[in-house]
């Protein structure tokens, strides 16, 4: 029979995993909206599986283990990859970089609400959706500058 802290720990950590998706599903909406590489799918998907590595490693290694800093640099490097392939070249203009870059704060995220650092996964959330949402007409001001020859 399962006694009640197992139950209240399971409770924690669908709690977890539930928040970290809930923080990424924003970010997920907004790349989706703009029919980017990655979307309303990855993004959540991203941070819960980010955060569940977090707990499992908690679960296994304990809260404060050195080889906690294995299992970020892993999630780190794992982030990354799956980013790297957001990142598309053409004609020597690179184009998915705010993508892939998203993704790893979206990695943070997760690992952050896994690691029970609220605070931290709230402002990346807010930061990388607020940034995604709002800085097209910087970008956008920023390339009218430019002179026709500095555009390739």
Not at 10 to 35: C, F
Not at 62 to 90: C, D, H, N, W
Not at 120 to 133: D, E, G, N, P, Y
Request: proline share 4%; with cysteine; hydrophobic share 45%.
């Amino acid at each position: 029979m399962m006694t009640l802290p197992y139950w209240g720990e399971t409770l924690s950590h669908v709690v977890s995993l539930a928040l970290a998706y809930a923080l990424a599903l924003p970010v997920g909406w907004d790349r989706e909206k703009d029919e980017r590489s990655a979307g309303i799918r990855t993004f959540p998907l991203v941070a819960i599986a980010s955060c569940g590595f977090v707990l499992v490693g908690i679960a296994i290694l304990g809260r404060t283990s050195p080889a906690q800093a294995i299992l970020l640099e892993g999630l780190i490097t794992g982030v990354g990859f799956i980013g790297g392939g957001a990142i598309l070249k053409y004609r020597g203009k690179a184009s998915g970089t705010a993508t892939a870059a998203s993704l790893w704060s979206t990695g943070a995220l997760g690992a952050a609400v896994g690691y029970g650092l609220y605070d931290i996964a709230v402002v990346l959330s807010l930061t990388t959706f607020l940034t995604l949402r709002f800085s097209h007409p910087l970008k956008r001001a920023s390339q009218n500058h430019l002179e026709p020859a500095d555009r390739q």
